[in-house]
């Protein structure tokens, strides 16, 4: 492969990249609540958003993230393809209780699943819960929508 070719694929990425960034609007946030904590947090609440969720954002507002909201609880996975940015997961059982948290690094197809059937997940920036002590089983997060299908 010659470095021209090399230079068209890369900026054919590049510009692909760029559409789909455009082309990715904000989603509506809720506020919520960790402890103290609070957070700003846009909701996925529909196939079509839980499949983009953050990808190809080049970072978060302090405090932000996204909530992902399923129909009914499932054994949720998350991966990384195509973010750009190191993340935290946290998996909530229906009242808001962090069953687990996962930290997942940009541009992996590594998954991360929950340790069960979950209704929610909040992405953050990597390290923010372990930052603010919030743990699995002692955890709440307060402001959750009812999901989807109840």
């Known amino acids: 492969m010659?470095?021209?070719?090399?230079?068209?694929?890369?900026?054919?990425a590049t510009?692909?990249?760029?559409r789909a960034l455009a082309q990715q609007p904000e989603l509506p946030a809720r506020a919520?609540?960790?402890?103290?904590?609070?957070?700003?947090?846009?909701?996925?609440?529909?196939?079509?958003?839980?499949?983009?969720?953050l990808m190809f954002r080049?970072?978060?507002k302090p405090n932000h993230g996204m909530l992902f909201v399923f129909e009914q609880p499932i054994e949720a996975c998350m991966w990384m393809r195509?973010?750009?940015?190191?993340?935290s997961v946290a998996f909530m059982d229906r009242d808001g209780r962090i069953v687990n948290i996962e930290e997942m690094q940009p541009r992996t197809e590594n998954l991360h699943c929950a340790k069960g059937a979950v209704p929610y997940a909040l992405e953050m920036t990597s390290g923010w819960f372990s930052e603010r002590s919030l743990k699995p089983g002692q955890t709440v997060i307060g402001g959750l929508p009812k999901p989807a299908g109840k």
């Open 58 to 60: 080049t970072g978060l």
């Open 32 to 53: 919520l609540t960790a402890g103290v904590h609070l957070i700003t947090a846009e909701v996925a609440a529909d196939e079509p958003s839980r499949e983009t969720g």
């Open 82 to 87: 195509n973010t750009l940015i190191p993340l």
């Open 2 to 12: 010659t470095n021209r070719t090399r230079l068209a694929i890369a900026i054919a």
């Open 15 to 18: 510009v692909a990249a760029a």
